[in-house]
């Protein structure tokens, strides 16, 4: 269970890993505010701690992922229920679902086009 943690460049070894769990699919768990991704593992949850013990806040976080053999991104997780906020898997306020696949794009241009 790889999650890897990215907040410049994905590198070749780093998305290697984070297609450990997946081979076709790789899970994104991204922090709108600061921009920083995390890929990879078995639960967005885990990648979601990981970007909260780096200082990350519960609200800024969204999940999603990209499927390697169609490059469709998807904006479709459980850590993105939110009562009374956003009442779906789906990530579904138009401005956070394009800043969460704004970022996912920007981190992986260079292996999903």
């Given at each position: 269970m790889a999650i890897i943690l990215v907040e410049d460049k994905l590198t070749k070894e780093d998305f290697q890993k984070a297609?450990?769990?997946y081979e076709s699919y790789i899970k994104l768990t991204i922090?709108?505010?600061?921009?920083?991704?995390a890929l990879g593992g078995e639960y967005h949850a885990d990648?979601?701690?990981l970007l909260l013990n780096q200082g990350s806040k519960?609200?800024?976080?969204?999940g999603?992922?990209?499927?390697l053999e169609t490059k469709q991104f998807e904006t479709n997780a459980i850590i993105n229920l939110r009562p009374g906020?956003?009442?779906?898997?789906?990530?579904l306020d138009p401005q956070t679902r394009n800043d969460f696949l704004k970022i996912a794009k920007k981190v992986l241009k260079n292996y999903v086009r």
């Open positions: 297609r450990e769990d922090d709108i505010e600061q921009e920083k991704a990648a979601e701690k519960q609200e800024n976080i969204w999603g992922g990209v499927n906020k956003n009442d779906s898997p789906e990530i």
